[in-house]
């Protein structure tokens, strides 16, 4: 329960997306067919990456996390969604609130810290190849992997605690489908430019770090591949890295239009459609990237389909 200034709110109320039943009922099933692809697809990558042993390196066990990271990210909102697009009342305790918006929030940082990791692999793995296992062996990369999570889950932490320490006076509102950071702030009654700043400030240091990591290493990259003499070379690493880099635009561009852009008390629907994309599309396109741009993934779903076959006839 959240009480200042004599003022108690304890549960907000979810706007959603619309409030026409026939809408309600498509944006339903088009959900729950997105959050169906997200699991059987991230689900799929887990499996090929631990079962195969050609696939057994640090990318991939880089990519393991990346998926089970997005079934996470996606199960943290929509099971929610697709609960109050079938309610009439689309009430959320503050508690539930709460939690909501630290998991999603710390999931969502952990995402943007692991890309910037995957993008330094590659960028060892092209530009340094005698090197890489040396550098990525098993245990570094599980240390890094436990890593990213840690730092995720503990820098969400101040922008929570900033976050839901505003003043609402009572307003109890979200014009959102989930409770989200802009969206709470804009309903605070107080001056809040300075929480406004250090969230801003925390902001950049978790998306703009990153993506200018990510830059850097692909500039480095782009200058290494363009030194190989072999076609076929160049052609594999661009694959690999184009999917990474289709991943990483997604994600970093939908996440910095909802929280590099100054704060309103009158937010538009747009962050909505901007929210839906990095909930729900990138889980939903990163194991299709992923796969359609990489052979040795798609050899082994390959295995995995011919051993159901054989087990079937059997």
């Not at 995402?111 to 960028?123: F, K, N, Q, S, W």
């Not at 090197?131 to 995720?152: E, V």
């Amino acid at each position: 329960m959240y009480v200042k200034n004599n003022t108690v709110v304890n549960e907000f109320i979810l706007l959603g997306f619309s409030n026409n039943p026939q809408t309600q009922i498509i944006l339903f099933l088009l959900f729950t067919i997105v959050y169906l692809i997200i699991l059987v697809g991230n689900f799929l990558i887990i499996t090929v990456t631990l079962t195969d042993k050609n696939l057994q390196t640090p990318m991939y066990l880089f990519l393991t996390n990346l998926s089970f990271l997005d079934i996470c990210y996606s199960t943290s909102t929509v099971p929610r969604i697709l609960r109050d697009l079938m309610s009439t009342k689309k009430a959320i305790s503050f508690g539930q609130c709460a939690a909501q918006l630290y998991i999603s929030l710390s999931l969502g940082e952990t995402e943007c810290i692991l890309l910037a990791v995957m993008g330094y692999d590659r960028y060892i793995a092209i530009c340094y190849p005698l090197h890489y296992t040396a550098i990525f062996n098993r245990t570094t990369c599980i240390r890094i992997a436990a890593g990213t999570w840690i730092c995720g889950f503990l820098l969400s932490i101040c922008h929570v605690a900033l976050t839901l320490n505003v003043d609402l006076c009572g307003n109890n509102k979200i014009n959102h489908f989930v409770c989200e950071v802009p969206e709470i702030l804009s309903l605070g009654c107080e001056n809040i430019i300075l929480i406004e700043f250090v969230i801003f400030l925390v902001g950049v240091i978790i998306l703009m770090i990153p993506i200018t990591f990510i830059i850097i290493s692909y500039i480095r990259i782009i200058i290494a591949i363009l030194k190989i003499t072999s076609s076929a070379g160049q052609q594999k690493a661009f694959s690999t890295c184009g999917s990474h880099m289709i991943v990483v635009t997604l994600f970093y561009g939908s996440a910095m239009a909802a929280y590099m852009k100054p704060h309103s008390k009158s937010l538009s629907d747009t962050n909505k459609i901007i929210a839906v994309f990095y909930f729900i599309i990138t889980p939903m396109l990163n194991p299709l990237i992923f796969t359609l741009r990489n052979k040795e993934v798609k050899t082994a779903l390959k295995k995995v389909r011919l051993k159901e076959i054989h087990c079937f006839q059997m």
